[in-house]
Structure formats: structure tokens, C-alpha cells
Nanobody
Framework: QVQLVESGGGLVQAGGSLRLSCAAS????????MGWYRQAPGKQRELVASITGGGSTTYPDSVKGRFTISRDNAKNTVYLQMNSLEPEDTAVYYCNMGIMTSTLLGRAYWGQGTQVTVSS
């Protein structure tokens, strides 16, 4: 059984910063790519940032230079540092991890989502 628990969302003014965390627990053998997605009302879920097991990162142009993803493999945790937040960043943010369990079964797992609201 694997569980992802997110924290760090909230309400912030435009130009402010937030840091999201997502910790995985359970019978984990290895975690491959970790990522953050977001979904605004009436819109499709979109990738915000991803980081491979080797540390390579990917960002869409909309957040490049403002958001930074990082991971702590010892803690099975992924972080998203969000700076210079804009009202357009308002959404529910979800973490995603590609996890192989101790039974060597692998699939993608999702966090429960955390609300980020940026006021203008």
C-alpha cells in the first residue's frame, strides 16, 4: 500500500511564494519520476514540473523561471517552490510519482491535491 500526502497549499497575494511538499509512504522499492500537476476550474489537468530519478527537470513555459522542483530521495519527498505567483496559478495542485513497490509492481500514484489560491 502506497500513499502520497501533500501539504503547503494556501492563499497568497500576487508576487508571493509558496512551497508544496509531497511525501510518499508504504512498501516502496524505488521512485522514478516525480511531478506536480495542477487543475484550475473548467480546465484540464496540466503538468507544472517534473524531475527524474537522475535529477533532470522539466517545466512548461508558463512557470519556467518562477517554479523549482526538487526531491529528497531519502525522505521519498518531492517539493515545489513557487515564486512570483500570479492569479493564473490558482488551481488544485497534485503530486504524481512513478513508484515500484516492494513486490516489484510499478504504476503512477497521485496525491490528494492541495488548493493554491493567488489573489490579485
Amino acid at each position: 500500500q502506497v500513499q502520497l500526502v501533500e501539504s503547503g497549499g494556501g492563499l497568497v497575494q500576487a508576487g508571493g511564494s509558496l512551497r508544496l511538499s509531497c511525501a510518499a509512504s508504504g512498501s516502496i522499492f524505488r521512485i522514478n519520476t516525480m511531478g506536480w500537476y495542477r487543475q484550475a476550474p473548467g480546465k484540464q489537468r496540466e503538468l507544472v514540473a517534473s524531475i527524474t530519478g537522475g535529477g533532470s527537470t522539466t517545466y512548461p513555459d508558463s512557470v519556467k523561471g518562477r517554479f523549482t522542483i526538487s526531491r529528497d530521495n531519502a525522505k521519498n519527498t518531492v517539493y515545489l517552490q513557487m515564486n512570483s505567483l500570479e492569479p493564473e496559478d490558482t488551481a488544485v495542485y497534485y503530486c504524481n510519482m512513478g513508484i515500484m513497490t516492494s513486490t516489484l509492481l510499478g504504476r503512477a500514484y497521485w496525491g490528494q491535491g492541495t488548493q493554491v489560491t493567488v489573489s490579485s
